[in-house]
C-alpha cells in the first residue's frame, strides 16, 4: 500500500467488492462449526464433486490448499493440477484467495531496514529484557520495539503511548535500548507494579556493566493505571498523559502503539489516533477479532469494532453483499494456518484426529443435552492409541458431562463418525483456506477507515506467521 492514497482507497474497494462476492458465496462454509459436523452433517453439505475428489486424496495432498504465499506462483492452477485432481472450482477459488488476501510472508528486506539495538545483544544485560518471556513473545516485542522505533525516527515526536502495556517488555526495549519516552496504559495495577519493579533491577544493573553516556541515554517509561475504551474523550487521554510526563501543557506529539490489542481495542486505537491532533502516526498488530463488536452482535451499541469505514458499510447495504462476517468466520480468521499446512504435509495423523474425537463428543453432548450445544471442553493432547472414551472423559472433566457413563458413550454411530475422520481434516482445511480472506477483509476495512481520514497507511506481515500467526501491522501517518 505504498502508492497514493485516490489509487489505494479505489484499489481497496475493487478487492472489498470482490471479497464480499467471495465470502457470499461461501458463507455457509465459514459459518459452520467443526465440533458441529457429525450433528450437522456437514460433509453433505460439500458440492458432489467436492465430496468425491476430496475422498479420493491422501490426506496430505490437503496441504496443497493452504500453500502459504511465498510457495504459490501464477502457474499454482497448474502445478496443483498436475499433483492433485481438484474440483475445477476449487481450484479456481484457490487462485482467487491467492490474488485477493494480503500476505502473511514478511519481506525479506524488512530485516536489513530496521534499526538495530546492541543493548539487547550485551552479555549482562539482554536477559533482563526478555526475563520470564516466551519465546512468541520475544520475537513479537523485538521486531515491534525496531519497527517502532523506526516511526520515530521518521516523525518528528516527543515520546510513544503503548496501550496494553502488560510488564513493560515492550516499552522496556523503547526506553532503555533505543532511547525513547514511553507513557505506558495497563488497566491491572498488579502489572504495572512488576513493571516498574523490572525497570527498577534493570537500571541497578546497567550501572554495573555501561558507562554514564550509555545511563544517560536511558528513557524510564511512565506507566499508568488506566483503561481505554470508546468512551474515553481525547481530552482525558491527553490530559492523562501530560500529568504522567509533567509537562506544562499539551503541546506536545506522540505516536501510539500497541501489541495485540483484542477484540475492539484496535479500533479504539484507531479512533484516539484520528481524534488528538498531537498523534502523528500509528502502529498495531491487532488480534482476537471474533471479539470485535458488529451492529448484528451488540445493535445498541453506538461504536463498533467492524466494519470502520464508511466504504464497507456501504458495500454491506447493497443486496449484492448483503453479507456479515459472523461470530465463526472472525474466529477461524485467528487460527494458525501455517502450523496446519505443516501437520497435514508432514502426515501427523494423530494430531489432526482431535477435530473428529470433538466433533463425536458433540454429538454425544447434543443427544443428552440438547440445551448446551457448544458448552467448552477442555482442551486434550492426542495421543497414539487414544480411545474415544479416553478423550471424552478428559475433555469433560469438572463439567456435568461426567455424569455420562461408558454404556451412554458406546454407539455405533460413533464409530462410524471416527472411521471419517479424514472427511473432517477435508472440512477443516476448506475452512482454513478461507481464513486469511477473511482477515484480509478486516484489514482492508482498517486500510479505508484511515484513508477515508487522510492518512498515509500501510499494512504488512512483520512476524513469522508459524510462531505468531496474527502477524500483521497496521501503520498509519497524518499527512
Known sequence: MHQSSSNNMIDISNKLDTCLNVVKKYEWLLNSYVSDFYVEDHWNKLPLSWQKHLEQLPVESLSELLQSDVDVDVDVGVQVTRRSLWPLELLALRQVLCSLDI????????????????????????????KCVKPKKSHEIKRMAAI?????????????????????????????????????????????????????????????HLDASELAKFKRSAHLTQRLSSSTKPTEFIESIREAFQLPDTDFQFGIIGLHPCGDLGATLMRMFLNCEQAKFLN?????????????????????????SSQLRRQLQTDAHSCQLSYEAREIACHAIELYYDRL?????????IHSLRAAAERIIVHHFPDLRHSALRNVKHAPGMTFNDYFQKAVEGTRF???????L?????ETDLLHWERIVCFY????????????????DRAMFLLEKGCQVNIEAIFDPRISPRNHITSAVKN
Open 429 to 444: 482445511t476448506l475452512r482454513l483456506m478461507l481464513a486469511p480472506h477473511v482477515e484480509s477483509i478486516i484489514l482492508y
Open 284 to 308: 498495531f498488530v491487532g488480534c482476537c477479532y471474533h471479539k470485535m463488536s458488529t451492529q448484528e452482535s451488540q445493535p445498541k451499541m453506538d461504536l463498533h469494532g467492524y466494519p470502520l
Open 148 to 208: 517502532c522505533a523506526r516511526s520515530c525516527q521518521q516523525n518528528s515526536i516527543d515520546f510513544v503511548v503503548d496501550f496494553g502495556a502488560g510488564l513493560g517488555h515492550l516499552a522496556r526495549i523503547l526506553g532503555y535500548g533505543y532511547g525513547i519516552n514511553v507513557c505506558c496504559f495497563e488497566m491491572q495495577a498488579n502489572l504495572n507494579q512488576q513493571a516498574l519493579a523490572i525497570d527498577a533491577k534493570l537500571e541497578s544493573m546497567a550501572a554495573k
Open 103 to 130: 500476505s502473511r510472508t514478511p519481506k525479506r528486506q524488512l530485516e536489513v531496514e530496521l534499526p538495530s539495538c546492541p543493548l539487547l545483544e550485551h552479555r549482562k544485560l539482554k536477559h533482563m529484557f526478555m
Open 410 to 414: 458406546n454407539s455405533k454411530q460413533i
Open 345 to 353: 504435509k508432514a502426515g501427523q495423523h494423530e494430531y489432526l484426529k
Open 402 to 408: 461426567a455424569e455420562l457413563n461408558s454404556t451412554q
